[in-house]
Nanobody
């Protein structure tokens, strides 16, 4: 059974940084392409960033361009989301997700496994 567990969320001030981690267990980590999504109160879940098994990445450029960096450590079965210059509009529950499908994937429907989410709150 595949299990994803996020950590690293919290309450920060605008301009601060946070690093989210997502540990994957239950299956070979290299089998998965990974993504980060977020859901703000009253809004739909939205794509943030994705990374394939070999390190190819894509981002939602409009919202996180130049501020967020996704990475993975295949030896540690972990994917990271480094967030800097945080803004109040980044406040959301952040979810990591895993997909066995090929490619760097933006669509949430292609992700088969999801974590429970970690809250990020950015105060102004």
């Amino acid at each position: 059974q595949v299990h994803l567990e996020e950590s690293g969320g919290g309450l920060v001030q605008a301009g601060d940084s946070l690093r989210l981690s997502c540990a994957v267990s239950g299956r070979t980590f290299r089998d998965f392409n990974m993504g980060w999504f977020r859901q703000a109160p009253g809004k739909e879940r939205e794509f943030v960033a994705a990374i394939n098994w070999s390190g190819g990445v894509t981002y939602d450029e409009d919202s996180v361009k130049g501020r967020f960096t996704i990475s993975r450590d295949n030896a540690k079965n972990t994917v990271y989301l480094q967030m800097s210059s945080l803004k109040p509009e980044d406040t959301a529950v952040y979810y990591c997700a895993a997909s066995p499908l090929a490619g760097v994937i933006r669509g949430s429907s292609s992700y088969f496994y999801w974590g429970q989410g970690t809250q990020v709150t950015v105060s102004s």
